[in-house]
């Protein structure tokens, strides 16, 4: 493994300005950046088809067809009325007759609202530069993924590359909330975006530790399924000086109280497999026993358990389920009549959302607490550890890290990937930006900021990788 001491990294940081201008197009990722960050795309304020245009632009002035630049208006749920967001989709088609379908290249224009007071920096929604990073909101998740991406394309055509297949950006305007833009997309959408598969720039990829150490680089075939379940009970209720032993409030929080010691089953997949099978190698205490240990053994639950109870790990050995809103009673001097709580769960792949369902049923243990769904997401199918992909990513990385230990992981979260994977497209989130841990772990958070050397990276990354990918 190569090391950087904490004073090489901070070097490298502090010494972005130089590197950023022995190369134009990284001036230009830049410029895009501090553009974007400044145009605050969060939902409800109608101003993603504004990104959307601004990008679009960017492709027409490097002399893309207006033919092959699409911006797709449409509406995405607000809790009252709707939002007016749009998508961007943009084709560089291959000359002659591609024997391969195309690559996508996938990300979102979307971000979480911030609010100016929460930060100490600088207003979130202006761009500021200081002490060897980017701040603002959406500088790591994820509009230095869409400016990478752009500015990468934009570096390949000028430059004379000529894709022998097709390559398809795709940039949604509601990933942060709704998710309506991948849905249409792989759905809707698809005469223009039937692809082979697709690459998500959605997140940092590479991540160094505080003493300048590099952990490695990882790439995503696979995220949990999100679903939100709601516990209910109805009651008579009556009035609060005759307390009875059926109130709604007690018999829900039992059955809380039962969702907080439950433990789903523990399972490995082949993308989970492959990240402990990697982390493992780096841990030599107590959790590195349990990784070895739980690999030799998949029915190892005590193993398992131990890993789950790490804050890095949790959520990766199982699918969790946790009460995120509480609801309940109508006067403080009546018995409640009813209480509710939504369970939102994260759940792994290729498990059905209905059997967490039952199960969810199975463990409150009260005939009085009803369980419903509520909504109707399908399992999020796992994309395979393609050779190509893998060979494209790594070769990317360790042209700047020849030493980077590669670690595919699963997300806990969710992202637009999900959509295409359930109607077979696979998507690897593959972007090559980079950050220390934990003190830049900072997405939807306060105080957001990006290294400037890891925008710089990104974009060398994506020319690398798109190019590896459409060249045969």
Known sequence: MRLLTFAALSALIAATPALAGADPWHDKAR????????????????RVPELANYFADQFRQAGW?????????????????VDKTAALIVRWRAEGHPSQKPVMLLGHMDVVEAKKEDWATSDPFV???????????????????????????????????KPKRDIVVFLTGDEETNGEGAHLGATK?????????????????????????????????????????????????????????DNAIYQL???????????????????????????????????????????????????ADFIEADEGEVGLTRTRCVATMLSGGHAKNALPQLAT???????????????????????????????????DYVASLSSPLRPDVMKAFSDAVHARWPNAPIIPQMSTGASDARDFRVVGIPVYEAGGAWIKVPDDLRMHGRDERLPVAALDDDVNHWAFMVKALTSK
């Open 31 to 46: 410029a895009m950046l501090e553009h974007a960050v400044n145009i605050p795309t969060v939902i409800g304020r109608g």
């Open 65 to 81: 067809p207006e033919a092959d630049i699409h911006v797709m208006p449409y509406d995405t749920p607000l809790d009252v009325g």
């Open 127 to 161: 761009f500021n530069e200081k002490d060897g990073y980017y701040y603002g909101r959406g500088t790591i998740d994820m509009k230095d993924g869409d400016v990478a991406i752009i500015t990468a394309l934009l570096k390949l055509k000028a430059s004379g590359f």
């Open 189 to 245: 959408w698809h005469d223009l975006i039937d692809v082979e598969l697709g690459l998500n720039s959605d997140g940092t990829s590479g991540y160094f530790r505080k003493d300048g150490s590099l952990i490695g680089y990882t790439i995503t075939p696979a995220e949990k399924t999100y679903a939100n379940y709601e516990f209910t009970v109805h009651n008579r209720g009556g009035h609060s000086s005759k307390p009875r032993a």
């Open 253 to 303: 929080a039992g059955a809380l109280k039962n969702l907080e010691a439950h433990r789903f089953t523990p399972m490995l997949n082949e993308t989970t497999r492959a990240y402990f099978t990697a982390r493992e190698k780096g841990e030599k205490g107590p959790l590195g026993d349990a990784m070895r240990a739980w690999l030799k053994d998949p029915n190892d639950g005590k193993a």
């Open 341 to 375: 709580a939504n369970i939102n769960c994260r759940i792994m792949p290729d498990v059905d959302p209905n059997v967490i369902f039952a199960e969810l049923k199975g463990l409150v243990g009260d005939p009085n607490v009803v369980v419903t769904r509520r909504d």
